[in-house]
């Protein structure tokens, strides 16, 4: 019986081994966790949504140059408006809010820098990756501006999720900055301008 039972543990290992070695036989496609390149974001064909949507859904409205081609606007977590827009090729998210809100990126890695800029008397915390890292890690060094505008109540975020520096964050912020207004605002300029 031992002998039958050892046999039977040898035989379930073997096999076992063997299904292990064919699965990883023809991994030829194997990369390390260091060599996988961050995905495209695909090129949406048509800009999806509008500022009528953001106008509605979070009481803001959001334009920008046309040097930042914007693929889509969204309203997210019900009080925010997002743009995704293009810086160079780059792509970008831009997030709207009323009031003071923080870490509207979601995101909480550490950074090479963080600096305070002023963007039109607003201050602004700019996070951004050392300029070796963008040579080194092409595409993938990703980059996040966030300002409070406690005139106005209304929180900013950009974020450029490849080759983001510190110039391309404050330019990008700047235009969403210049860009936004409040639905109120935005009605009462429309009522007071003349009819064409």
């Known amino acids: ?75 997210v977590n019900d009080n925010q408006a997002q743009i995704e827009f293009k810086v160079d090729e780059e792509q970008a998210i831009g997030r709207v809010a009323k ?35 963008i040579v080194v890690y092409p595409g993938q060094a990703m980059g996040i501006i966030d300002a409070y505008d406690a005139a106005n109540d209304i929180s900013y975020s950009v974020t450029i999720l490849g080759n983001a520096t510190k110039d391309k964050l404050v330019a990008a912020m700047t235009a969403l900055i210049d860009g936004t207004a409040a639905a109120e605002a935005v009605q009462t300029a429309a009522e007071e301008s003349p009819a064409e």
Do not use: H
Not at 110 to 120: G, P, R, S
């Open 99 to 133: 009031g003071q809100q923080t870490n509207m990126s979601g995101v909480t890695d550490e950074f090479d820098n963080t600096e305070t800029v002023d963007i039109n008397g607003i201050s602004a915390t700019v996070r951004y990756p050392d300029e070796d890292d």
């Open 1 to 75: 019986m031992k002998k039958t039972l050892k046999g039977s543990l040898i035989l379930v290992l073997v096999l076992g081994l063997m299904f292990a070695f064919a699965a990883c036989k023809d991994n030829d496609g194997y990369t390390s966790p260091t060599d996988v390149d961050v995905p495209d974001v695909p090129e949406v064909p048509e800009v999806v949504g509008s500022v009528d949507d953001l106008i509605n859904g979070a009481g803001l409205s959001v334009t920008m140059p046309e040097d930042y081609k914007i693929n889509r606007y969204t309203v």
